[in-house]
C-alpha cells in the first residue's frame, strides 16, 4: 500500500529522468518527452503490478478459508478479487499523487521497495491525470461491494466504510495523524480476508477474524519497514510515522515484535483448534523473517536494510500463501 512499493521495470530512459531530476540535471527535462503520457505500458507500471500479488495472496487465503469451512463460490471469489485489485490499484496511485503534491517524492531515497513509482517526479506522468485514475479505480469497484452488500447482506457495510476511508484518506489525511501502519494493516491486510470470506459464506466467524490477524499484522509490518528510508523526507512532508515519533531503533523493535507475533499467533490458533494444523506450513518463512528483522535492526547499513526489505515483502506473500495452503490440506484431508 502506498509509498511502500517502487516499480523495478521503469523504462531505463525514465529512471534517468527520475536520477538527473533530483540532481537538477537539465536533461531530464528535455528527456520527459521521450515518454508518452498516455501510453497503457506507463499506465499499467504505474499501477506497480508486481506488488499487486499482494491482493492475491489476500483473495486466495479468504477463499480457502471460505473453502475449508463449506462455503466455495467461485464467481463471487473471483468479483471479490476483482473488487480488491481495484481498490489496491486506486491506493497506489493515489499515494503517489498525493506524495508528488505533498513534495515528498522529490526528496525521497528510492530503494526497490519504496519511493513510490517514480513517474510523477521524472514528469512521466503528469498529477492531475494520475489523480483521476485512481478515483477511476476505486469507483469501478464501488458498484462490486453495493452488489455484494445487497446479495449477501448488511453486515458488509462496515467492512467497505473502513475500506473506502483506508484508500481514500490514508495518504493525505491518516499519515498525518500519527502512527498510520494500522491503516494498510486493516484495509489491505485483515479486512480483504474477512472480505472475501464474507462474500462467500455470508456470515463473520471468530476463528476467521482469529486467521485474518496475521495479515493485519504482515501488511502492517510491510509497510512499517518500508517507511525506515523515508524518514526524512516523509518528515519533511508532515507524515508522522512510526519511525518518526518513536525514532528508529525502537520502531525497528516493533517490528521486530510483530513479526515474531504473526508465528506466535498461528501456533496459539493451532492449539486452541481455532486453526488447523497444517496452516503451521507458515512456519517455514521463519528464516526470512529472521532476516527481515536483521534488517530493520541495522537499518542505518542500506547493504542490510535492502536485503531485510526484500525478505519483509517475501515473509508478507509467502506466509499468507501457506496460510491459504494449510486451509486447503485440511480441507481436503479432513
Known sequence: MGRGHCSRTLPQVCLLQITERQHGGHEAATSATLIKPMDLKLWFLETRPQFLLLSVVLAFLGTCIAWYDGAFHLGHAVLAFFGLLLCHIAVNVLNDYHDFRSGIDLNTRRTPFSGGSGFLPAA??????????????FLIAVPIGIYFVLVKGWLLMPLLIVGAICILLYTPLLTRLGYPEWAPGVGLGSLPV????FV???EYTLPTIFASIPSGILVC????????PDIEADRGGGRKT??????SRKAALVYSVLTGMVYVWVVIGVAAKIMPVY????LVTIP???????GALNHQDPAKLIPGLANNVLVVLVT???LGIGYLVAGILS
Open 320 to 322: 499468507q500463501l501457506l
Open 200 to 202: 462467500q459464506t455470508g
Open 242 to 247: 512510526m519511525p518518526i515519533l518513536l525514532g
Open 194 to 197: 474477512l472480505g472475501t470470506y
Open 279 to 282: 496452516t503451521l506450513i507458515a
Open 221 to 228: 509490518n510491510l509497510l512499517l519497514l518500508n517507511e525506515f
Open 288 to 294: 526470512f523473517a529472521v532476516k527481515a528483522v536483521q
Open 124 to 137: 512521466a506522468l503528469q498529477p492531475e491525470p494520475t489523480m483521476w485514475f485512481g478515483l477511476t479505480s
